[in-house]
């Protein structure tokens, strides 16, 4: 029995790691800084790794892959990579639901969209993240409902996308 609940952890773990190998970033503006593969990177390390100490460090990775982790920017690559996150919210371990769900609401709070880069194919690129974000809300809110640690960022994270999508 045990064996076959690992099976399906590390079936989910790889299905995820594949996904993140699909991700096409190209067309996506991101910081000049970026090597070829440093959201990618960021995004194994959390599936990868799991575990609180490591996933600070992806924490810190990924939001400096997307944007500015010290300005508080993000550039409009972040929206390529939502649906990944929402894989993880959903299907990633403890460590990588909470370090999804910070991120989230990070970038859907005090994060700001790059000043060059306010604006991704004519819309607000604020608005198009919030949007993205709004498209996992009923994985956040099976996230809330829970007894586990992430239910309060789950919750927060709720409250953070209706006070914006409201403005």
Not at 21 to 40: D, E, F, K, V, W
Not at 50 to 56: F, G, K, L, T, V
Request: aromatic share 8%.
């Amino acid at each position: 029995m045990e064996s076959r609940r690992w099976s399906r952890v590390r079936r989910k773990r790889d299905d995820m790691l594949d996904s993140i190998g699909q991700l096409n970033l190209a067309g996506y503006p991101q910081p000049s800084s970026n090597g070829r593969s440093a959201i990618i990177e960021a995004l194994n390390r959390v599936i990868a790794e799991c575990e609180e100490d490591s996933s600070n460090t992806a924490y810190n990775q990924f939001l400096f892959a997307v944007g500015n982790n010290h300005a508080g920017t993000y550039y409009p690559v972040v929206l390529a990579v939502i649906p990944v996150l929402g894989d993880m919210l959903r299907d990633g371990s403890l460590y990588a639901r909470s370090w999804v769900l910070n991120v989230l609401i990070d970038l859907c709070g005090p994060f700001v969209p790059e000043f060059n880069h306010r604006h991704f194919r004519g819309e607000p690129l604020q608005k198009l993240l919030i949007q993205s974000v709004a498209e996992l809300l009923p994985i956040i809110q099976s996230l809330a409902v829970s007894d586990g640690m992430v239910a309060q960022d789950a919750k927060e994270l709720i409250d953070l996308i209706n006070v914006r999508l409201s403005e």
